[in-house]
């Protein structure tokens, strides 16, 4: 099997990278390195089948030889990279994902698109089922991500229906793990580094929104198990275990052994008020569910950040 993976370099798809290698898959590794890191795919450097490609993928992708899959993983995908970034994920979402469809095509190959929950927006259903078509402001400042991976959803079943590719859609909930960036701005990242370093840990709000966390080997699976699956309408792939964003903080300040207080600044604009998965899809269609304990994924996540900031 060869795949392609386009973010190849970034928090998600460096683990793809380093999972499919171990089933014994041909890699091609693409990335623009904006949010995604060199050091991340280090490691698989000389592997055998491992290839990496600086590109932009929303420019014209080229790629030499055959192609099994195409897995879209490229994107910036957290709140601080795409309000920095609103075109980029704009196009990332609209030409990255049109090219990344076109290499599919062209190859007769397989697609995977790494969707998210944002599409629901600020829910209104809860939890969140892959029928439920959300609660976006369009015109926010987050629609620009939320937006971009709607229009990814549908343009990957426009080429389903119209041109026969064989696809799937992952929709991703929370997700973490090493080599998340220190500085991402997401919930879990700044928490750890926060209570590492003896900060006051910062909760947006009154810390009552709550969101659903799953450690990276259980989403690394599900997306294996999806791409065996004959499932083309989307997927969600989450831990349905819910929590606030205080208690989250309390945990991490309790599994750091910080003595860190906890602050609250004002809740950023369109900030969901909840996110839970809906899975029965997921548990019927793939047999899949989490098993990392919530606990001990946040555990291996701190520890990650232990050792990189005490290098």
């Known amino acids: 099997m060869r795949v392609l993976i386009t973010g190849g370099a970034g928090f998600i798809g460096s683990h793809l990278c380093e999972f499919l290698l171990r089933q014994g898959a041909q890699v091609v590794c693409m990335d623009n390195f904006v949010t995604g890191s060199r050091d991340n795919i280090a490691h698989l450097a000389g592997t055998p089948g491992f290839r ?10 080229v790629v030499d030889g055959a192609l099994d899959w195409v897995l879209h993983f490229a994107s910036p995908a957290s709140p601080r990279d795409y309000l920095e970034l609103p075109i980029q994920t704009l196009k990332v979402g609209a030409l990255g994902t049109y090219r990344a469809l076109g290499v599919a095509k062209a190859k007769r190959a397989r697609f995977l698109l790494a969707s ?4 629901y927006g600020d829910p209104l259903v809860h939890p969140q089922r892959e029928d439920y078509w959300g609660n976006v402001n369009p015109v926010g400042p987050r629609g620009v991500y939320d937006e971009a991976k709607r229009f990814a959803e549908a343009i990957t079943m426009a080429y389903h229906r119209t041109h026969g590719i064989d696809t799937r859609i992952v929709r991703i909930f929370n997700t973490h793990g090493p080599r998340m960036r220190p500085n991402d701005g997401r919930a879990i990242p700044a928490f750890a580094t926060q209570a590492l370093a ?12 709550t969101r659903s966390f799953q450690y990276i080997d259980d989403l690394v699976d599900g997306v294996w198990r999806l791409m065996h699956a004959p499932v083309n309408d989307p997927v969600n792939i989450g831990n349905p275990q819910e929590m606030t964003l205080l208690d989250l903080a309390k945990r991490i300040i309790r599994l750091t052994g910080s003595r860190s207080e906890i602050v609250f600044r004002p809740l950023p604009v369109d900030d969901p008020r909840v996110r839970q998965p809906d899975i029965t899809r997921a548990r019927t269609l793939l047999g899949w569910e989490p098993r990392v304990d919530t606990d001990e994924g946040l555990r291996l996540t701190v520890e990650w950040f232990r050792t990189r900031l005490t290098r």
């Open 52 to 61: 990496s490609v600086r590109h932009d993928v929303s420019e014209d992708i």
């Open 116 to 119: 998210t929950s944002e599409v």
């Open 198 to 209: 003896g900060e006051p840990l910062t909760v947006f709000g009154d810390g009552s929104q």
